[in-house]
C-alpha cells in the first residue's frame, strides 16, 4: 500500500512537469487540485433539491403503505410496498447517510443477523414484507408500521442537514449500480415479495438523475462519454422494460431466467464502467 | 540506481519493477537529470505506440510477422476466454481492436495498460494486480470465430473463410453449452498465472459495452528442467504431452502445419492460423484405478520415460508396426496408433485445469485445455476423426467444450491487431 502511494506521488510530479512542458500533445493536463466543488454548486443543489422531492414522496407513499397495513388490508398493502419503496430506492445515496435510520426502515433480516443482532431487532419495510407474503396477515404488524412511519418522517427531516458535495453524487451513482450488482441482481433484496426489479428500476433512475444533472458539464470535458452513458442507459432501461407487467409495474423476479438475468447483469457491467468516469466533472 | 537501472532508464524504458524502485522525488530528478524529458514521457507509458522493449527483464515481443503465444515454446499458465462480440458496428468494433493493440503491447512489456491519473476520484485505469511483477513471458494470442461473420450489424460476411466454421460433432463428444463456441478468443500465456489473468481482466474491462463474456478456462504447465531446458510437460493423467510435436522453431514446419500462406485462404489469414479449443474432462478416478500397464497401452507409450512402447527413450522412432509374439506392441486401439494414422498434424499447446469438484458425482473437475493451432480446421478435424471411437483414451476423458477460432497474422509497428480483417 505505501509503495503504491509513493509511485502515485511519482506519477503526479511527472504530469506536472509534463504540463509545464508543452510536450503533452496526446495529453489532457491533469489539473492539481481534484475537488472544485465550488464550480459544480449548481449541480449540487439541484441534486438535493431531487432527494428532498423524492423523500417527500417516500413519506406521502409510507403513509398510505402503514394506513392499509394498520387496517388489515393485505392485498392493498401488498400493491402499495413495492411502489412506496422506489422513492427511497432512488435517493439511496442521500438516505444511507444516516447509519441509524436506514437499517432501520430497510434491512432484511440477512443484514439483521450478520450484525450479530437478534431477530427482535429486526424493523421496516422487510419485516412487513414477511408478514405480508410469507404469513399473509398483518395482524400483528401494527407497531412495527408505526414506527416505519416515524423514522420515515425522521429521514425526511435530517435530509435537509446533509450537505451533498460532487464526491458524495459521483460516489453515489456507483454505489447505486453496485447495489443492483450484488443484491438485485441476485434476487436477494426481496426474498419474500420478489419485486425486486422495482429496487432494481428505481436504482437506475437514482444514477440516471445524477448524470442528467452532471450532463452539461461532461459535454465540455469528453462528449463521447456522454454519448456512451446515454447509450448505456438506454439498453439497459430497454432490457428492464422487456419485465414489465403492462399495469405500471414489474414481472416476479422468480419468473425471470438464468438468461435475463445474465443480460441484466452485463448490461449493468457496461453501464458501470463509463459512469465512473463521471468522477472527471471535478477536474 | 544502478547502472543497469541507469542504462535501462536512459534508453527511455521500465519495467513494472523498476517503477516502483523508482520512488521519491530525489529519484525522479535523477531521471531527468540522465534522460531529459522525452525518456521521462515514454517511461511512464504515455507514448500512444508503445514499441517492444527489448531491454525488459523475460519479454516476448509484440509486433512481428505473427502473433506471439503460438510458436512461443514452454507455456506455464494460460488464461483463455471466449467473447460474446455485442459491439453495434465494423467501426467500433475496429476501434476496440486498435485499443487491445495499445494495451497488448504495453502488457507485454510489463507495464500498467495506461498512467494512473491524478484525479483520485477516478478508479485506477489498470487493475493493478500486476505492479511488481515483470513482463513474465506474457504473450497474446487474439482469433475471430465464426459467428462474428454472422453479424449482419458487422457487415463481415463476405470476409468468411469457407474453412472457418464450427467443429463437427465428433463420436463421445458431450459437449456443455457454456463451454462452445464465441466470437472472439483472448489467450494469454505467462510464467505467472496472475500476470496472465491481469491482462484479460484489462482487455475485457476496456471492451465492456463492445464484448461479454462467454467462458473462460485457466490451465497450467509444469516442465521438468534438463540442463536448463524445458522438458516435455506432463498432463494430469502423468503422461507427457506433446513429444511428437511440431517444432517451433522450423519455419519450413511451421509454414507447412501452422503459418496460412498466401492463397490458401482469404488474403486477411495469410500469416494466421486456426485454433481448436477443446474442454476436456479427464475422469482422474477411474484413471487413478487403472492399472500402469492398461495406462500405457491406452497412450501406447511408457508413463515415465515417454518412450513409445517397448523402448527406452522418449524422442525414438514410434515404429507402430512393431509385433511381439505375434501381437503389436503398439495396440491399434492406443491414442498415439490412432493419431498417427492421418498423414495430418498440427501443433498442441495444451494446458491442464483444475477447477474445483463436480457438484453431481464429487469427483475433481480436472482435465486438459486442448489448444492446438494448424493452417486449416481439416488438419484438427481428421485426427480427432481418426481417434473416433476406438481411442481407448475415450474411456477416461470426455469432451465439454469446443470451439474454433481464426487466429489473424501478427502486428506491424503502427498497425494493429486484425487490421487485414477491418480496413
Known sequence: MKKMMQVTGVLLLTSGLLVGCGTTATEKPIKKEVSQASTLDTEVAAYKAFAIDQLDQFVIATEAFVEAVKAGEVEKAKELYAPARMYFERSEPIAESFGDLDPRIDARLADIKEEGQGEEEWSGYHKIEYGLWVEGKTEGYEEVADQLMKDVKELRAKVETVTVTPDLMIVGAVDLLNEVSTSKITGEEEIYSHTDLYDFKANVEGAEEIFKLFKANLQEKDAALVTTLEESFASLNDLLAKHEDGKGGYVSYEVLTKEDTKALSEAVDHLGEPLSQMAIVVE | ?423
Open chain 2, 1 to 423: 540506481m544502478s547502472e543497469q537501472e541507469e542504462k535501462s532508464v536512459f534508453q527511455k524504458k521500465i519495467s513494472r519493477r523498476k517503477l516502483l524502485k523508482l520512488t521519491g522525488i530525489g529519484t525522479v530528478g535523477a531521471i531527468i537529470g540522465a534522460s531529459g524529458m522525452t525518456g521521462v514521457l515514454s517511461a511512464f507509458g504515455m507514448n500512444p505506440f508503445e514499441d517492444d522493449d527489448e531491454t525488459v527483464e523475460n519479454k516476448i515481443k509484440f509486433y512481428g510477422k505473427h502473433q506471439s503465444g503460438i510458436a512461443t515454446k514452454g507455456p506455464e499458465h494460460v488464461y483463455f476466454v471466449s467473447l460474446t462480440c455485442v459491439a453495434k458496428s465494423k467501426k467500433e468494433l475496429k476501434e476496440l481492436f486498435q485499443l487491445w493493440t495499445k494495451q497488448s503491447a504495453e502488457l507485454m512489456n510489463g507495464r500498467l495498460i495506461e498512467q494512473a491519473k491524478s484525479n483520485t476520484l477516478l478508479p485506477p485505469v489498470d487493475t493493478g494486480e500486476a505492479v511488481g511483477l515483470n513482463a513474465s513471458h506474457l504473450t497474446l494470442t487474439f482469433g475471430v470465430g465464426p459467428s462474428l461473420f454472422e453479424n449482419k450489424a458487422l457487415g463481415l460476411q463476405s470476409m468468411k473463410p469457407t474453412e472457418l466454421k464450427d467443429l463437427p460433432h465428433f463420436p463421445k463428444d458431450q459437449l456443455d453449452a457454456h463451454y462452445v463456441g464465441g466470437d472472439i478468443c483472448i489467450q494469454a500465456c505467462a510464467d505467472d498465472p496472475q500476470v496472465a489473468f491481469h491482462a484479460i481482466r484489462n482487455l475485457v474491462r476496456s471492451g465492456r459495452g463492445k464484448v461479454t463474456m462467454h467462458w473462460s478456462q485457466a490451465g497450467f504447465n509444469s516442465y521438468e528442467m534438463k540442463h536448463k531446458e524445458k522438458r516435455t510437460p506432463r498432463n494430469l493423467f502423468a503422461f507427457k504431452d506433446g513429444t511428437g510435436n511440431v517444432n517451433v522453431e522450423s519455419s519450413k514446419d511451421m509454414k507447412e502445419v501452422v503459418w496460412v500462406q498466401p492463397s490458401e485462404s482469404k488474403n486477411w489469414m495469410i500469416d494466421g492460423t486456426y485454433l481448436a479449443v477443446r474442454r476436456i474432462q479427464m475422469h482422474l478416478e477411474t484413471w487413478d484405478r487403472t492399472a500402469l500397464s492398461g495406462q500405457e497401452e491406452t497412450f501406447g507409450r511408457h508413463r515415465d520415460s515417454g518412450a513409445p512402447l517397448g523402448k527406452m527413450d522418449e524422442f525414438e522412432d514410434m515404429e507402430l508396426d512393431r509385433k511381439e509374439s505375434g501381437g503389436r506392441v503398439v495396440p491399434d486401439t492406443s491414442h498415439v496408433f490412432l493419431a498417427l494414422q492421418v498423414k495430418d498434424r498440427m501443433l498442441r499447446r495444451s494446458f491442464s485445469y483444475s477447477d474445483g469438484i463436480n457438484p453431481n458425482t464429487g469427483a475433481f473437475d480436472a482435465g486438459l485445455l486442448f489448444l492446438s493451432f494448424q493452417k486449416h480446421p481439416k488438419q484438427f478435424i481428421n485426427i480427432q476423426n481418426s481417434l473416433g471411437r476406438n481411442d481407448k483414451l475415450n474411456e477416461y476423458i470426455t469432451h465439454r467444450g469446443s470451439a474454433l477460432f481464426a487466429c489473424f497474422p501478427g502486428v506491424t509497428k503502427g498497425s494493429y491487431l486484425g487490421a487485414e480483417l477491418f480496413d
